[in-house]
Nanobody, 120 residues
Framework: QVQLVESGGGLVQPGGSLRLSCVAS??????????WSWYRQAPGKERELVAR????????IYADSVKGRFTISRDNAKNTVYLQMNSLKPEDTAVYYC???????????WGQGTQVTVSS
């Protein structure tokens, strides 16, 4: 059974940093047929893509609003995907979700989400 568990959210002041983690079980993150993403959803808004890393090329895309501030990465040995968030702004406040897309089984997997609040 596949499970994604996010952690690392919290309350941070504007300009601060957080690192989110997504630990995957039942799904080796290095598998060639997977894409790994972070999404976020703010109150009253639709869920939006923040960053995506695609196997096997390793290509990465970012939302324009986070380019230069956020970095998606992974540790294959720990089967964990990260989102490093720097220079945080109040508009980054949202619930952040880890997502995996299995292109072979045509399946989406989601974590439960972790709250990030940027406020002074």
């Amino acid at each position: 059974q596949v499970q994604l568990v996010e952690s690392g959210g919290g309350l941070v002041q504007p300009g601060g940093s957080l690192r989110l983690s997504c630990v995957a079980s039942g799904l080796p993150i290095s598998s060639y047929y997977l894409s790994w993403s972070w999404y976020r959803q703010a109150p009253g808004k639709e869920r939006e893509l923040v960053a995506r890393n695609t196997n096997p090329s390793g290509s990465t895309i970012y939302a324009d609003s986070v380019k230069g501030r956020f970095t998606i990465s992974r540790d294959n040995a720990k089967n964990t995907v990260y989102l490093q968030m720097n220079s945080l702004k109040p508009e980054d406040t949202a619930v952040y979700y880890c997502n995996a897309v299995d292109r072979v089984r045509v399946t989406n997997y989601w974590g439960q989400g972790t709250q990030v609040t940027v406020s002074s």
